[in-house]
């Protein structure tokens, strides 16, 4: 009997895991590989999950440019694969198009902390984007 209260117990910091929980704020960056517009850039993803099926809004942003877009997303296991649909607000220079992104995000745990981490690819509608990662951190929620 001890034995498996011990297991339970072992058990209990990865039920975070098991519970698969994406609703909430992550945040984070984005990076993209040698010759995109910037290698590093803010990242964050506000997510509702609704069973196996997540909706929402990413946020995109280097100094004044940046790019509020609804996404859609189906969960797999521990990945989340999130695909950006519409332009809902943006600023960006007049030589510049959007990436609409496509990403497949594995969470996992790390000390205390919930992580997002996966590729992303994109196309702008007329090219392909040039690609990148993304690591993104579970905010805590505030009152």
């Known amino acids: 009997m001890r034995f498996w209260f011990a297991v339970v117990l072992l058990a209990l910091p990865f039920c975070a895991i098991c519970q698969k929980d994406f609703s909430g704020a ?7 590989e040698p010759g995109g517009f910037a290698p590093v850039y803010e990242f964050e993803i506000y997510l509702r999950q609704k069973g196996n099926t997540v909706t929402g809004r990413s946020y995109v942003a280097i100094g004044s440019i940046y790019a509020v877009m609804n996404l859609k997303g189906v969960l797999e296991g ?11 607000e943006n600023w960006k220079r007049d030589d510049m198009e959007w990436c609409y992104k496509k990403a497949d995000l594995i969470l ?22 040039i690609p990148g990662k993304i690591y993104l951190k579970k905010e805590a929620p505030r009152a």
Do not use: A, F, M, R
């Open 26 to 32: 992550w945040k984070g960056t984005l990076t993209q």
């Open 78 to 88: 521990n990945t989340v694969h999130l695909t950006e649909t519409s332009i809902v």
């Open 108 to 129: 996992y745990i790390q000390g205390k902390d919930l992580k997002l981490e996966g590729p992303w690819t994109g196309n702008t509608g007329q090219s392909e984007c």
